[in-house]
């Protein structure tokens, strides 16, 4: 089987997120660079990285990677690649990137080069003029840093943050890719409580809820992949044979959601049951002034309101006090929450035990965690 060099994308912070989730699903030789996380792989691994990867951005097949000081470099080594081996005759291919601290900065001129390299090599190929455009998606991606440039064809799409279950619209909602990081970082696991006192419409728990019963985050949406014809329908058959007999339905209920908001609630239980989990979560109306667990442990993991407006700022600060206050009644449970107002934690009345910078929407935020006690006491604790 084919042999590729692959690489997932990753936001500041995520990537050693993402490096754990591959070696996990028993890949190799990954090394990560500028929010890029490498391994090596073949159409089935191409396949189960998009299916499984729950904290990545995209998944990438790595074409060509040289340097260029000159358009005619950046020429020449394109039209080096065979694009005839990956992109049939009506292949769509729109050119996309990036250039930072480069000798060639200019991104309109570096996509056009670059599609008339490919254009040139796949005219010789199929001996046309023209190209329809009209079939499979093959975007070709660059990435020019410090005249090291990197030519890749993205598998997946649209984002892998759109996993296909939230369809309804509410305000400030955390991506799915930063909720599952946000889960995987706290090290939460299934068969333990969480809840989130802030759910909205319901991201956090979903994610949870996902990894509890084992479920693909990509098995319910379409990858452009899928309609690459160098890829053998028989790989993907099996990858996705594979991710449905994965599922391992659960009974238990130990994934919680509040809001203080109904409709928030109840847009959260819409989106539970398009992600088949509904079985796994309990959502309730309820302020996080009331928070409270028959559970001696646990995880709170959550995305509290923050903002830079004055009238917001104060206004959090008391969703903070309170959330401090009412923290204290599960004083064995653990705690873990992103913020990008750098005053919760005095707010909040208590310093962190571990800081992580992470970007939600593009804003620089903190992951302030709080760490219950370790889970060899927990077991010792609740079954000795």
């Given at each position: 089987m084919k042999k590729l060099r692959l690489y997932a994308t990753a936001t500041s912070g995520v990537e050693s997120?993402?490096?754990?989730?591959?070696?996990?699903?028993?890949?190799?030789?990954?090394?990560?660079?500028?929010?890029?996380?490498?391994?090596?792989?073949?159409?089935?691994?191409?396949?189960?990285?998009?299916?499984?990867?729950?904290?990545?951005?995209r998944v990438y097949v790595l074409m060509g990677e040289f340097t260029a000081t000159t358009f005619n470099d950046l020429f020449e080594s394109v039209i080096a690649i065979p694009w005839e081996d990956w992109l049939p005759k009506d292949a769509e291919f729109p050119v996309t990137g990036g250039?930072?601290?480069?000798?060639?900065?200019?991104?309109?001129?570096?996509?056009?080069?670059?599609?008339?390299?490919?254009?040139?090599?796949?005219?010789?190929?199929?001996?046309?003029?023209?190209?329809?455009?009209t079939g499979p998606r093959f975007h070709i991606d660059f990435s020019i840093t410090k005249d090291k440039v990197l030519i890749s064809l993205d598998s997946t799409g649209d984002g892998l943050h759109k996993r296909g279950y939230r369809s309804l619209a509410y305000a400030a909602p955390i991506k799915e890719t930063l909720a599952a990081a946000?889960?995987?970082?706290?090290?939460?696991?299934?068969?333990?409580?969480?809840?989130?006192?802030?759910?909205?419409s319901g991201t956090i728990p979903i994610e949870a809820a996902l990894m509890a019963i084992n479920k693909a985050p990509?098995?319910?949406?379409?990858?452009?992949?899928q309609e690459w014809p160098v890829i053998p329908k028989q790989i993907w058959y099996h990858a996705l044979e594979e991710a449905r007999s994965s599922i391992k339905p659960t009974g238990e209920k130990l994934i919680q959601g509040y809001d203080i908001n109904p409709e928030a609630v109840s847009m959260a239980n819409y989106h539970a049951k398009q992600a088949g989990v509904s079985d796994v979560i309990h959502f309730q109306v309820r302020d996080v002034k009331e928070i409270s667990s028959k559970a001696k442990y646990g995880f709170i993991i959550t995305n509290p309101p923050y903002g830079q407006r004055l009238g917001e700022k104060k206004e959090n600060s008391r969703i903070y006090q309170v959330m401090g206050e009412s923290f204290k009644r599960l004083p064995t449970w653990s705690f873990y929450i992103i913020n990008g107002d750098t005053e919760f934690e005095k707010a909040f009345g208590r310093k962190s035990d571990k800081n992580r910078k992470l970007y939600n929407g593009g804003l620089l935020c903190y992951y302030y965690q709080y760490f219950g006690p370790k889970p060899d006491k927990i077991i010792k604790d609740e079954y000795k």
């Open positions: 997120v993402v490096a754990r989730e591959l070696k996990h699903l028993g890949y190799e030789d990954i090394f990560t660079d500028n929010g890029k996380i490498f391994f090596d792989g073949d159409f089935g691994a191409l396949c189960r990285a998009n299916l499984w990867l729950r904290s990545a951005g250039c930072v601290k480069s000798t060639l900065m200019s991104v309109s001129d570096c996509q056009s080069i670059i599609k008339k390299a490919v254009v040139e090599r796949l005219r010789k190929s199929y001996k046309l003029e023209k190209f329809p455009e946000m889960i995987k970082i706290s090290r939460w696991s299934p068969g333990r409580n969480l809840i989130d006192p802030f759910c909205g990509g098995l319910d949406r379409f990858f452009d992949c």
